[in-house]
């Protein structure tokens, strides 16, 4: 029997259970895929009542979605498109390729990917509601960033939502490909580090005041 009396929203019971039932959501996704994952089986890996998840979540889409942005927010919450004062523009940078590059080969991120490019050749509608709900949010946050850049004369950016989408290509380059083929393992270490320094460069090369 579930104990879910009314509680306000925001207080830490309910962040506590909205936690629970985002992560539960994820691993049956991840396990189950996209249709085959129901709500009374995300209330009962949550430990919550159904009541619960639809108060939280108004149905399975929302649900996905916010089981996305929670992915992308976990290694890229919105602070780190933030310019704090006495920030050097390559450090900013590193920082959120750096990030970049792990949410994008952790394990949990190439799976839920597969599992967006499986289901989207079904239902493209499904596919645009993924990436609103989580690359087009980064992307929003990396513009933002790059308009900054740009005012205070560090780089020249004209168009700051297509300067963002170079600089996660940057990121992402072949290894990403490889990676999500399944013919290559993450890069990792020194490698990594590597690559993420380079792609960093060439981007502040190309967009220079």
């Known amino acids: 029997m579930h104990n879910d009396s009314p509680i306000g929203p925001g207080r830490p019971k309910d962040l506590i259970k909205r936690e629970a039932i985002l992560q539960a959501a994820k691993q049956l996704f991840l396990s189950l895929g996209y249709a085959n994952t129901s709500m ?124 963002a989408e170079h600089f996660f290509c940057l990121v992402k380059g072949a290894p990403d490909y490889r990676l999500l083929l399944g013919c290559a393992p993450p890069l990792g270490g020194d490698e990594a580090e590597a690559h993420v320094r380079s792609a960093v460069g060439v981007f502040i090369r190309a967009f220079r005041a």
């Open 40 to 163: 009374d089986a995300v209330a009962a890996a949550a430990g919550v009542s159904k009541l619960t998840v639809y108060s939280h979540f108004t149905d399975k889409q929302t649900l996905f979605g916010a089981a996305v942005m929670a992915t992308c927010h976990a290694q890229l919450p919105d602070l780190v498109f933030e310019l704090p004062e006495g920030a050097e523009l390559e450090d900013v940078l590193l920082d959120i390729a750096r990030r970049f590059h792990a949410l994008i080969t952790d394990p949990e991120s190439v799976q839920l990917t597969r599992l967006i490019m499986a289901v989207g050749t079904q239902d493209p509608g499904f596919a645009e509601y993924f990436y609103e709900a989580g690359p087009q949010h980064v992307l929003a946050g990396m513009a933002l960033l790059l308009d900054k850049l740009d005012a205070r004369g560090w780089l020249k950016v004209e168009d700051a939502p297509r300067a």
